[in-house]
């Protein structure tokens, strides 16, 4: 790990509304004095009194404050991962930004700006809303085994669907269906039928798997276009499918 010291200014305001960010995320939708690395996004995390942030290639976080129209998170922990040099110039600005800058928030939109750089972002769920967990289909991206974390090999498609309390599954080599029913976080899984085709290893990997997750009842999470199903020490992680 290593502490990006960012350089500080000074300013002052009569009293504007706080800003209530606490258990919300924020995700950039313009920037003016910089331009976004294509592709990237930057995002916001406040909780309590700790923001995270990530750009595409590191991830910082630490404390920060509000004193009228003034934000600070001036000693910034994040972590060392190397990244493309644009990225990790928009890393450095990034971090510059948030150590201390001028804050404003109408609505769900939230704007950070100091001498050099104007950031405008939006509350996720209204920049990125959850995706229904029913209806979606949802395709498999990576598997967690305890702290192992694995892509779905090339070649191998795994998704599910949810159409009532019927699970439509194509496990990586077989296909089947099942019953579930969901509630606000847990679904409650229903045997399996599946076809019973030979597998070569890749797809046969994938399905024990996913067979192993969608069994009895197992906890989800749901974030924009990502579900993520647990079961113990093994998860699924679906993208929903554009």
């Known amino acids: 790990m290593a502490t990006i010291v960012a350089a500080c200014s000074s300013g002052s305001s009569d009293n504007p ?3 209530t960010l606490n258990d919300r995320t ?3 939708t ?3 004095g910089v331009a976004l690395v294509p592709g990237s996004r930057i995002r916001l995390l406040f909780d309590q009194d700790e923001v995270s942030a990530s750009g595409a290639c590191n991830t910082m976080g630490g404390p920060y404050k509000i004193a009228g129209d003034r934000f600070s998170a001036p000693r910034l922990v994040t972590t060392d991962m190397g990244c493309e ?3 990790m110039q928009q ?3 990034l971090a510059n930004l948030l150590g201390n800058a001028k804050i404003a928030q109408v609505g769900d939109t939230l704007v950070l700006g100091n001498e050099q750089v104007t950031l405008t972002l939006q509350d996720r769920e209204v920049a990125d809303p959850d995706r229904p967990i029913a209806g979606t289909m949802w395709l498999l991206d990576s598997i967690v085994d305890g702290p192992t974390v694995s892509s779905v090999p090339a070649g191998v498609t795994a998704s599910i669907q949810i159409v009532g309390d019927q699970l439509q599954l194509n496990a990586g080599c077989n296909i089947g269906s ?3 029913a969901v509630t606000a976080d847990m679904l409650a899984f229903g045997p399996l039928m599946l076809t019973k085709r030979a597998c070569q290893p890749g797809p046969s990997s994938v ?10 009842s197992v906890e989800y999470t749901l974030e924009a276009d990502r579900l993520t199903i647990v079961s113990g020490g093994s998860n699924l992680v679906f993208r929903a499918a554009p």
Do not use: M, N
């Open 85 to 87: 040099a644009p990225l």
């Open 17 to 19: 509304p706080a800003p």
């Open 91 to 93: 890393d450095q600005w």
């Open 178 to 180: 099942g019953t579930v």
């Open 26 to 28: 924020f995700l950039s």
């Open 207 to 216: 399905e024990e798997a996913v067979t192993k997750v969608l069994s009895g």
């Open 30 to 32: 313009d920037a003016s």
